[in-house]
């Protein structure tokens, strides 16, 4: 089994900055894609950002320029450091793993932008 566990979210004013972190644990030998996704109340879980063991990124278009996803190896964690937040950017943030085949997901952090 792998736990995935989020840590970093909160209220902030829009313009404002957060960093999230993930870390894994449990049964990983490997190093294997990771992301964020985010959900809104009343809308579908959408990706924000994957990581490849390589470290190439991806983003939706919504978050390019304003939001990096980072990882490091040796401590099996992914960051997500979003910048210039808006309104429109609330929502609980999933971290995901995906191994063997397998995708997990932590419990979420709740990202608040508002005024």
């Known amino acids: 089994q792998v736990q995935l566990v989020e840590s970093g979210g909160g209220a902030v004013q829009p313009g404002g900055s957060l960093r999230l972190s993930c870390v894994a644990s449990?049964?990983?030998?490997?190093?294997?894609?990771m992301g964020w996704y985010r959900q809104a109340p009343g809308t579908q879980r959408e990706l924000v950002a994957t990581?490849?063991?390589?470290?190439?990124?991806n983003y939706a278009d919504s978050v390019k320029g304003r939001f990096t996803i980072s990882r490091d190896n040796a401590k099996i964690t992914v960051y997500l450091q979003m910048n210039s937040l808006k309104p429109e950017d609330t929502a609980a943030y999933y971290c995901?793993?995906?191994?063997?085949?397998?995708?997990?997901w932590g419990q979420g952090t709740q990202v608040t932008v508002s005024s």
């Open positions: 990581i490849t063991g390589q470290s190439n990124t």
């Open positions: 449990g049964s990983i030998s490997g190093i294997y894609p």
């Open positions: 995901n793993l995906i191994a063997r085949g397998i995708s997990y």
